[in-house]
C-alpha cells in the first residue's frame, strides 16, 4: 500500500466480516485491501454473495468489520464515536439504493429538500434536481414518476447535501437498460460536476467501461483491479 495521502478516499487494510448464524459462519469479506482514490467513478463487479455489498455497508459507515481497518481520508474509522460515525453519514457520504425510498406524500423537490435542512453546505433542492434533469418535474410526486425518473430523484437527494462520496447499491437493478443508461448518466455527471467520489455496485460488466477505475469482487476477496485511462463514452457502450 502506498502511504495515505489527500488524493485517496477510503483505504483499507485486511478488511474481513463474518456472519454467524447459530454453528455456520459466513466470511463475507476475507483481507480486502484496497485504495480508493479522490473524485474517481469505480464500478464494483462480482456476482451475488461476492462481498460487494458488504465492502459498501463498511465503508459507508453503516456496518462494522470483524478485522481490519477503514480509512477515510486520514481518519480511521474504529476511532469514530457513534457519533462521529452518525456525523460522517450524514455530511460525508451519499447513499443511492435500488429501492428508491421517496416520500409518496412529497413533491420530487420536497423529498430533495428533506436533506437539506440537516446538511453543512447544501446544494439548493433545484440545482440538484437540475443535475439529474429532472428540473422540470420538481413539482411532481412519485406516483406520477417513472422508476428511472424515480431513481433521480433519489440520486439529486443523496448529492444536494454535496457529500464527498456517493456509495450506490445496484441503483439500475430494477430498471431497463434503456432506463438503466439514463441513471448511469446521471451519476457520471454528478461525477463529473461535483468531483464527488463516485462507487456503483452492479452484476451489469458493460457498465464497466464507464468508469475510471472497477474492482472485481469473487467469494469476499479482489480478484483484480484495473484502471481505464480512457472511459468510454455510455453511448458507445455495448449493452
Known amino acids: 500500500m502506498t502511504e495515505l495521502n489527500g488524493n485517496i478516499t477510503f483505504r483499507t487494510e485486511s478488511l474481513t466480516k ?6 455456520t459462519v459466513v466470511q463475507a469479506l476475507r483481507g480486502v485491501s484496497l485504495e480508493i482514490p479522490k473524485g474517481e467513478l469505480v464500478v464494483l463487479l462480482g456476482p451475488s454473495g461476492s462481498g460487494k455489498s458488504t465492502f459498501l455497508n463498511i465503508i ?15 481518519d ?22 435500488q429501492a428508491y425510498n421517496l416520500v409518496p406524500s412529497l413533491t420530487a423537490l420536497e423529498n430533495v429538500a428533506l436533506v437539506t435542512d440537516i446538511s453543512l453546505d447544501p446544494i439548493p433542492p433545484v440545482e440538484a434536481l437540475e443535475a439529474v434533469k429532472l428540473g422540470n418535474r420538481a413539482k411532481h410526486f412519485p ?5 428511472g425518473e424515480q431513481q433521480r430523484v433519489a440520486i439529486a437527494r443523496a448529492i444536494a447535501k454535496r457529500p464527498e462520496v456517493l456509495l ?8 431497463d437498460s434503456e432506463t438503466g443508461i439514463v441513471v448511469l448518466k446521471a451519476l457520471q455527471e454528478v461525477n463529473k460536476r461535483y468531483g464527488t467520489t463516485t462507487i456503483i ?12 477505475r472497477v474492482i472485481y469482487f469473487s467469494d ?20
Request: proline share 5%; net charge negative; aromatic share 10%.
Open 201 to 212: 455496485i452492479t452484476h451489469n460488466v458493460a457498465i464497466a467501461g464507464m468508469a475510471d
Open 220 to 239: 469476499g476477496q479482489v480478484g483484480k483491479v484495473t484502471v481505464n485511462d480512457n472511459p468510454c463514452p455510455l453511448e458507445e457502450i455495448n449493452w
Open 168 to 175: 450506490c447499491d445496484e441503483p439500475t437493478g430494477a430498471l
Open 60 to 74: 459507508g459507515g453503516l456496518d462494522n468489520p470483524t478485522s481490519g481497518e477503514v480509512y477515510f481520508k486520514k
Open 143 to 147: 406516483s406520477q414518476l417513472s422508476g
Open 18 to 23: 463474518d456472519y454467524v448464524t447459530g454453528e
Open 76 to 97: 480511521r474509522l474504529s476511532d469514530y464515536s457513534e457519533k462521529q460515525l452518525t456525523r460522517f453519514r450524514r455530511h460525508n457520504v451519499g447513499f443511492v439504493f
